[in-house]
């Protein structure tokens, strides 16, 4: 689903700048790094009852792909996040993405829009997450 959507997005992108050059403007950038979070997640209760008691934690080191298109206050992006686990001196294993695509549309100071985030364990341990934002952001300054 997630590769359709990515699909989707790029082949929009190259149709709309061939279409439009002087007035879309589409960017994109990679971001690594280190980032102090940690969440644990434990395994159900019944698993703990025998006393079984594997947990998730998240890591700090991620990746990040971006990707947005702008036409005249309309914005479509997409976004990959990855965090990594250490395995050694210097390897790291994927452990967690993170998917967003959203489209949000600003006028002057203010802007409405839309985003979806899925997210997933890419390791044997089952995590998911997911929401749907509607929002109003107002600039202050």
């Not at 960017?27 to 006393?51: C, H, M, V, W």
């Not at 700090?60 to 686990?85: E, Q, R």
Request: proline fraction near 4%; aromatic fraction near 18%.
């Amino acid at each position: 689903m997630i590769k359709k959507i990515l699909l989707l997005f790029c082949f929009l992108s190259v149709s709309l700048l061939t279409f439009g050059q002087d007035k879309i403007t589409p960017s994109a950038s990679f971001e690594a790094g280190y980032e102090n979070r940690k969440n644990t997640i434990f395994q159900p209760d019944s698993l703990i009852n025998l006393g079984i008691t594997p947990s998730f934690e998240l890591k700090p080191f991620y990746g990040l792909l971006y990707m947005d298109i702008s036409y005249k206050g309309l914005n479509l992006y997409t976004s990959n996040k990855t965090y990594f686990n250490k395995a050694n001196s210097i390897y790291f294993n994927p452990l967690l993405s993170e998917f967003k695509i959203g489209i949000n549309y600003k006028y002057n100071n203010f802007s409405v829009g839309y985003d979806h985030l899925c997210s997933h364990t890419l390791s044997g341990k089952f995590y998911n997450e997911s929401y749907d934002r509607i929002f109003l952001r107002i600039k202050l300054f």
